[in-house]
C-alpha cells in the first residue's frame, strides 16, 4: 500500500519541523499565499498554479509492506529515508533504518516506482521534483515557487 500527504497548513508542527537540526519537510508559504479564489468556479479555494510544484514536491510518501512501513520525507537537505517496524514499534516513533539497510534498499526501489509512476514527476539528486518540461498540459506555463 502507498500513501501521502497533503497540503501542510502550517509551519507550526513539532513532531514534523521544517527547520532546525533534523527537519522532517521542506518549507514553503502559509495556506494564504498558497491559494486563490476562483472566479470561474463560484469563488472557490483553489491552489495557485504557481506553488504547485512545490506542494507537490513537498509531500512525504510511504510504502507498507508487511509489518514494515517506508517513509520518503523530503528536505532542504536531502531525502530522509525512515523505516518503522509496525509490529515491533506500533507508535512508528523507532528508526531501524540504519540496522535494515536490505529492508530499506528493497522498499526504497518499490516506492520509487510508485512515485515516479507520475508521468509529471522525476527524480533529480534523490529527490522526487516536478518535471522540468511537464508531461500534463495542465501544468505548462507554472512556475515554480522557491523555497522560502
Known amino acids: ?7 501542510w497548513m502550517t509551519e507550526s508542527i513539532p513532531e514534523v ?36 510544484p512545490l506542494v507537490i514536491a ?5 510504502v507498507l509492506d ?13 531525502a530522509r529515508w525512515m523505516l ?6 506500533g507508535r512508528e516513533v523507532v528508526d531501524v533504518a540504519a540496522s535494515r539497510p536490505a529492508d530499506v534498499a528493497r522498499l526504497q526501489a518499490t516506492l520509487w516506482r510508485w512515485m515516479l509512476g507520475d508521468p509529471n514527476m522525476e527524480e533529480r539528486d534523490g529527490l522526487l521534483v516536478p518535471r522540468t518540461e511537464p508531461q500534463n498540459p495542465r501544468s505548462e506555463g507554472a512556475a515554480a515557487l522557491r523555497m522560502p
Open 66 to 78: 508487511g509489518d514494515l512501513k517506508l517513509v520518503y520525507a523530503p528536505t532542504r537537505k536531502g
Open 17 to 52: 519541523p521544517s527547520t532546525g537540526p533534523s527537519p522532517l519537510r521542506l518549507p514553503y508559504p502559509n495556506v494564504a499565499q498558497l491559494t486563490e479564489l476562483d472566479p470561474r468556479l463560484a469563488y472557490d479555494v483553489v491552489m495557485r498554479a504557481e506553488a504547485e
Open 1 to 7: 500500500m502507498f500513501a501521502e500527504t497533503e497540503v
Open 58 to 62: 513537498a509531500k512525504h510518501r510511504m
Open 84 to 89: 518503522f517496524d509496525r509490529k515491533a514499534d
